[in-house]
């Protein structure tokens, strides 16, 4: 085999073509390394959300019972979400912010789909903690949003990050008003 | 091969330092092996194969498991339904532990018929019966775990075993359970040594790799290689056999997991624990079933448990029992009758096992139960001292080369000038 291929090729004397057995070993290298691969992946995939931890990947919600300016904090993907019925107050200062004062740059109606209900998931964007400033009594920041007490990042009422280490604004879930009492989160 | 052969520098560097490269090339690499071996001698490989194969998907089914008597039959079921290819993952974890058990037994059976037990490799031999009861051990309990009806009243009737014994008996039972009868204390306990027992037998794998290096592996011919032309090195030769042997063994286990999943289960095992209702029938898993057949065959409590124990601890002493020089069965022609009717003794008391207890399956036990025992404790020493053996060939290679000229085939062909 290499022989011949030498003869073809004088001027590569020294060089070693690639035979049929190189090609044998390369292929059987390859199958062996798509074997392990095929067998690597369920594996690895077991470890993603199993069909019931997806299942319950919604939730809805009763928000008729919150009076304005009060929130309600309910439990989402094992995570907590803040829901907000804003006073005019609050709606109107979170319109008026310009969008150059902020880090992470949005407008507030991008934000909420009905301006007088806030829905936010209650984690700050730095490190994972949840915000202060759903109760009445806690501390709010400097712009009478949410205050995470881990580093201090300071959101405002729209929930846009405004101060602090944190590189972004709270995240909003997705989620669709089923009645003017129901959203479902999800 | 040397340290600074090693082609990488970084392997060389670290090999330097820590030679656990020159190890391994040593033990898997330039091992002398018989260049004899059939494909008997692929059993170890397909074992240790088999162990991997239960500890990586045996610490994935972990991962989603709940030991507790309230959650671990669901926990199970949602592996099944819920988990991403947790069906799968099961069913390869359940089917080879029975693969597991069929390799084991195979290469049993290979070291009694070649006669590997026999000096200078007890050692080797009594570590692989330390394996082999590890094992048992380690099914038992895994088999509890899902928490059905076969696991509940599989985990009692073994637990009450330790019952038998005289004067302790009932408390090293409660010992056991945790309480007074199979609840969550044994399941947790249960859990706790499914999950470690594994590495125990790895430990044991290394031990038992470590005893048969020092001689090397026994062959199909029984006499010791004589130097370098007897042998060949493991890689390439051994470990290209070993990888067929793997394919094959794959191939079959793809092929119960994905057509035969239940085959070697019980149906009763779907059904939860219910500690007010015992199946109307109940079975060990097949590979206890010889056991089991012993265990009933005798009408006394703590004889059935004594000869139960007893039945591998005969294996222990078996290179004493068997003092013959001869190693392998090819020149032992009375040795062989009795291997084979010892093999298809093994195979009816397993078929016994599994079959109620009453009428003739109880007779044909006692008849099976005394014939394992007579081949172990009568046939194989009067064997020893009476049997007319054939001659042993002077080398590994002299049958080959000479003696059986018609059977040479390709090595002998290898003796011509190459064309």
């Known amino acids: 085999m290499a022989e011949s291929d030498t003869n073809k090729n004088p001027a590569k004397e020294d060089v070693q073509e690639p035979g049929r057995r190189d090609f044998i070993v390369v292929a059987t290298y390859a199958m062996a390394g798509l074997g392990a691969a095929a067998v690597a992946w369920p594996l690895i995939d077991q470890l993603n959300p199993a069909a019931d931890t997806l299942a319950l990947a919604n939730i809805e919600v009763d928000i008729s019972k919150i009076a304005v300016g009060q ?25 008026a912010t310009d969008l150059d004062d902020l880090r992470d740059p949005q407008i507030d109606t991008a934000r909420a789909e009905k301006p007088e209900y806030l829905v936010l998931v209650g984690v700050c964007t730095h490190l994972g903690c949840v915000p202060l400033g759903q109760k009445t009594g806690e501390v709010r920041g400097d712009y009478d949003g949410w205050f995470c007490p881990c580093h201090g990042s300071h959101y405002d009422t729209s929930g846009r990050i405004r101060k602090g280490p944190a590189p972004t604004n ?7 008003f089923l009645s003017d009492s129901v959203v479902r989160i999800g | 091969m040397s340290a600074n052969q090693f082609k990488s520098p970084v392997v060389r560097w670290i090999d330097h330092r820590l030679p656990v490269f020159s190890m391994l090339h040593h033990t898997a690499h330039d091992y002398p092996t018989p260049k004899n071996l059939n494909y008997m001698w692929n059993f170890g490989s397909l074992a240790g194969l088999s162990l991997a194969i239960m500890i990586v998907t045996g610490i994935v089914l972990a991962m989603s498991y709940t030991a507790h008597v309230d959650y671990a039959f669901d926990s199970v079921e949602r592996i099944m339904r819920d988990v991403n290819h947790g069906w799968m993952i099961r069913y390869i974890h359940m089917n080879t532990a029975s693969f597991f058990f069929i390799v084991i037994y195979l290469h049993m059976f290979r070291g009694l018929y070649y ?11 009594m570590l692989g019966v330390v394996i082999f009861l590890l094992m048992m051990a380690t099914a ?18 073994i637990t009450n075993l330790f019952s038998a014994i005289p004067y302790v008996g009932e408390s090293i039972v409660t010992l056991l359970w945790g309480g007074f009868s199979v609840d969550n204390a044994t399941l947790n306990r249960f859990f706790s040594l499914h999950y470690l027992m594994p590495f125990v037998i790895a430990g044991v794998v290394v031990l038992h790799i470590v005893a048969l290096h020092r001689f090397g592996s026994n062959n199909p011919i029984g006499i010791d290689t004589k130097g370098p032309q007897d042998t060949i090195s493991f890689h390439p030769y051994y470990t290209i056999k070993d990888v067929f042997g ?4 794959l191939l079959l286990l793809a092929m119960v997991v994905f057509f035969f999943p239940n085959a070697m289960g019980h149906p009763d095992n779907y059904i939860p624990a219910n500690a007010m209702q015992t199946p109307a029938h109940i079975v060990p898993e097949w590979y206890f079933l010889p056991f089991y057949a012993i265990l009933r065959a005798v009408p006394d409590k703590l004889g059935g448990v004594l000869l139960m124990f007893g039945a591998i601890a005969v294996l222990f002493i078996l290179p004493w029992l068997d003092r013959s020089p001869v190693r392998s069965a090819r020149f032992r022609p009375l040795f062989r009758i009795f291997f084979w009717l010892f093999f298809v003794n093994a195979i009816a008391l397993g078929y016994l096992g599994g079959k109620p207890a009453e009428g003739i399956y109880v007779i044909l036990s006692r008849v099976a139960t005394a014939w394992y025992f007579l081949h172990f404790l009568a046939i194989l020493p009067i064997l020893s001292m009476f049997e007319i053996t054939k001659p042993l060939p002077k080398s590994i290679s002299e049958p080959v080369l000479k003696g059986n000229s018609k059977r040479a085939g390709p090595l002998g062909a290898g003796l011509e000038p190459a064309e």
């Open chain 2, 246 to 249: 793997i394919a094959v063994f």
């Open chain 2, 115 to 125: 006669g590997s037990y026999k000096a200078p490799r007890e050692l080797l031999w």
């Open chain 1, 71 to 95: 929130s309600i904090t309910v439990k989402w993907r094992g995570k907590p979400v803040f829901i907000r019925h804003r006073t005019a107050d609050e709606i109107v200062r979170a319109n």
């Open chain 2, 140 to 157: 038992f309990m895994g088999y509890v775990l899902p928490w059905g009806q076969m696991s509940f009243w599989g985990a009692t009737v």
């Open chain 1, 170 to 176: 709270l995240e909003v879930p997705p989620y669709n």
